[in-house]
């Protein structure tokens, strides 16, 4: 298991580089609210999405109020992303992405 500070190192790359990609995003579309240990991001001004941290367990959660829906993220040093601990090979960037591309038309990663 990797180390707090590495988890953290790694949850605060993640939330920098959604907050990069958003950054030029039509707010009505897509807004991001950084808050303490999470990001929540409004889609279309009524569907929530959020991603924390979950320190003590190494993890990142992510919840999809309008589905309903958590999901528990880890990291895979061998693939260099955040796995979901279900076994259903949800990589986290690209199913985040793919929750935004059904809600607002686009997404904002580009793989």
Known sequence: MMTEIEFRQKAKALFGVIEKVTESVDPDK????PGQGSLTLVLNKKSK????LQAPV????????HKGEAHHFNWN??????FDDKGKNLELKSY???VIVEQVGFG???S
């Open 77 to 82: 040093s061998d693939q260099e992303s955040w």
């Open 30 to 33: 897509l807004e991001v609210i």
């Open 49 to 52: 999405v959020v991603l924390s």
């Open 108 to 110: 904002i990663f580009n």
């Open 96 to 98: 985040l992405n793919k």
């Open 58 to 65: 190494r993890q990142m959660w992510l919840a999809l109020a």
